[in-house]
């Protein structure tokens, strides 16, 4: 079976504070039902849907390549309706839009996939495929090309851990290269030794990141300048300045 592209959607919900995640497969786009983040307890529906967009505004620009995926649509369905089954209520801090995304991405590519980006709240313990297990080992390799999006990306010992708002995660080596042509322009390498970070929300972020990373332009809803680890970035993943040894973020802004 063709490996079909997996990418990542995201909009602000509320400045500063949440942002609601999508995830699209080949042309299909899936996410937890906006209707219920305005009340805990409501019951957890995913809704589908096509185009450019999810039908919730997510990945308004396209979205962004986070891995491959085999899985077949039985498979597929299958997956959300046992997913439903054991998070059947809505939950700000737990069962929402960005655990599905994160749960069912990892589950998609069999945990060989690429997400940077942190948490508002949620509760997800990563052993590399979704699963409520702690830490674990995890290697990534796959390279895809879409919709002027080019991306080539491998790392090994990636692990994450997040109860609430409150996340930790960290990488040995990585080393990325992500051509953008739209939407977004830029090119970018990004090489690093190794990554810890912690971080509260979309409020206020810290990473120790021994990196030469180097790039400019506009990609993943940022607009980011890099050269051998120093510079910054603005945009979905907030205000961050960076150097070769580490660096601080706040304020997620979309």
């Not at 620009?61 to 998070?87: A, F, T």
Request: one cysteine or more; aromatic letters at 8%; charged letters at 20%.
């Amino acid at each position: 079976m063709a490996n079909k592209t997996v990418k990542l959607g995201r909009y602000m919900i509320t400045p500063l504070i949440a942002q609601h995640w999508a995830i699209k497969v080949d042309d299909t786009w899936y996410e937890i039902a906006g209707a219920a983040k305005n009340a805990t307890n409501a019951p957890n529906v995913v809704n589908r849907s096509h185009g450019d967009a999810a039908k919730s505004g997510a990945g308004k620009l396209g979205g962004e390549i986070v891995g491959k995926s085999d899985k077949s649509q039985r498979l597929i369905d299958q997956w959300i309706e046992e997913w439903l089954e054991k998070n059947p209520c809505y939950e700000f801090t737990s069962e929402n839009c960005q655990k599905f995304a994160y749960q069912f991405m990892a589950w998609l590519t069999n945990g060989n996939f690429h997400c940077p980006h942190r948490f508002d709240s949620a509760i997800v313990l990563d052993s590399g495929e979704g699963e409520h297990q702690p830490f674990g080992e995890r290697r990534i390799a796959f390279a895809a090309a879409e919709d002027g999006n080019a991306i080539a990306s491998a790392g090994i010992l990636q692990a994450q851990h997040s109860l609430g708002p409150v996340q930790v995660k960290g990488h040995g080596p990585h080393g990325q290269l992500q051509a953008v042509a739209g939407p977004g322009l830029g090119a970018f390498a990004d090489v690093s030794i190794a990554r810890a970070e912690a971080s509260v929300g979309n409020f206020v972020g810290a990473h120790i990141d021994l990196n030469c990373n180097t790039g400019i332009g506009a990609r993943n809803g940022n607009l980011e300048a890099h050269f051998l680890g120093f510079g910054g970035k603005i945009g979905a993943d907030g205000i961050e300045i960076n150097t070769s040894l580490g660096g601080v973020n706040a304020c997620s802004m979309m």
